[in-house]
């Protein structure tokens, strides 16, 4: 029997943010990810405090699942839902009223990173965050230049008590960074996979091709580990992280 699955990054709600634009492309998102065997997943919309507050945000993201709640295709879907958010990284994150933007009754919050320039005050901020009880999940993990250049920054993540995540697009398109993500992951620093979903076709829900693929390079103890964590994050139960092995860099190699 096909394991079970949960997604816990996505952008399914509709007509949030870059996410399906209404009801039926949401409901084409979950019938993607039910007929991968999906059963769990958290609406993760994109949170900027730039942008919006907190308050205006839940607003927003209540109403875009009624919107998705009144359509009988999705009643009919049997699927377990619960609201989070992406939070777009500042040093400010600590003075937000996180218990808002975590995944519904957990203490787990997504938070993604600028992709060039490494962050300002990250390790303190992230500290901050985890030291207020809440433990953040670093998002897509394979899109940071800082990190692919320089793993160590995420293994001092992963030990401060933050969890990370990788998209199943980082496995299934092969590029020259296709070295480091496994590096990542054979070190213990990505404890997840999502689909970071947003049309069903230009960025579908993946998951079962991604763990497939991941099973393929790295065997199946991983598929079964980063689908009970995911398991574990849904439920808001705590997930071991295990052994994590430090980086270590020879000359111009890292180990
Ligand atoms: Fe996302």
Request: net charge negative; glycine share 4%.
């Amino acid at each position: 029997m096909e394991r079970k699955k949960t997604d816990i990054h996505c952008h399914i709600l509709p007509g949030i943010d870059d996410g399906a634009r209404n009801v039926e492309v949401s409901v084409d998102l979950i019938r993607q990810q039910r007929n991968d065997g999906v059963e769990n997943i958290v609406f993760t919309p994109h949170f900027c405090s730039d942008r919006i507050t907190v308050e205006e945000f839940t607003e927003h993201r209540a109403a875009a699942l009624d919107k998705l709640c009144a359509v009988p295709e999705f009643k009919d879907m049997d699927i377990n839902v619960k609201l989070g958010a992406e939070v777009y990284y500042t040093v400010d994150i600590p003075l937000l009223d996180l218990e808002k933007l975590c995944f519904e009754k957990t203490n787990y919050i997504l938070i993604e990173l600028p992709t060039q320039a490494r962050p300002h005050g990250m390790k303190r901020t992230f500290a901050n965050v985890v030291n207020s009880g809440f433990t953040p999940i670093i998002a897509h993990v394979e899109r940071y230049s800082y990190m692919l250049s320089d793993p160590s920054l995420l293994y001092d993540m992963i030990e401060l008590g933050c969890l990370a995540q990788i998209n199943a697009e980082a496995v299934l398109k092969k590029t020259k960074l296709t070295p480091m993500i496994n590096y990542f992951i054979r070190h213990g620093l990505v404890h997840t996979m999502c689909t970071d979903c947003h049309s069903p076709h230009r960025r579908p829900a993946n998951l079962r091709d991604g763990l497939k693929e991941l099973e393929r390079m790295l065997g199946e103890n991983y598929s079964e580990l980063f689908m009970s964590n995911a398991e574990k994050i849904f439920n808001g139960r705590p997930v071991d992280i295990g052994y994590i092995k430090k980086p270590r860099k020879i000359l111009s190699l890292w180990l």
